[in-house]
């Protein structure tokens, strides 16, 4: 059986670190996965600190390194779990912007690479949807209140339309 190909983007991320942690065990992939300068939560971790494929990655500065990404690693899946989601930046719009354009960088450079993928999965976030103490599903009603619940919708709209182009 032939091994399935997971590029993770965004491994240092909270839900990309539990999600890697578990793949990593799992021998029907072969796993690639990003991560930040100041990844200590993989660096710290015993599961993860010994595995090499890991690959510095910042997708504001390195937009054309993630083409390269794809084309040496020729994933057939991508998930992508990045997302700024810095309570600390001064500007909320800014941050918005921030989550849009690295989201259409990785989409565009999906579309510049060399590679066809069997599947594209981008990680949104609870909070776009309206609160609720009912279990929330994907056709719950949507009610963004932070910016970055804002900024995931927008980027969920966009691989909506990005994705509806592939199948055309």
């Known amino acids: 059986m032939k091994k399935i190909k997971i590029l993770v983007l965004g491994c240092n991320s909270f839900l990309g670190y539990n999600f890697t942690k578990k793949i990593i065990k799992n021998n029907n992939f072969v796993l690639l996965g990003t991560i930040n300068k100041n990844s200590t939560r993989i660096k710290n971790d015993k599961k993860t600190r010994n595995f090499k494929n890991f690959i510095k990655y910042n ?87 932070s910016e970055y619940a804002k900024s995931k919708l927008k980027c969920h709209k966009y691989g909506i339309k990005w994705s509806n182009k592939k199948k055309n």
């Open 59 to 145: 997708p504001i500065l390195h937009k054309k390194k993630l083409i390269k990404i794809l084309n040496d690693f020729k994933p057939n899946v991508i998930i992508n779990f990045i997302g700024n989601s810095n309570f600390f930046d001064k500007s909320k719009k800014l941050q918005v912007l921030k989550n849009y354009n690295t989201f259409k960088n990785i989409l565009k450079s999906i579309d510049l690479s060399n590679i066809n993928i069997d599947h594209f999965f981008n990680i949104g976030t609870s909070q776009e949807y309206q609160h609720s103490l009912l279990a929330i599903k994907e056709s719950s009603k949507l009610n963004p209140l």
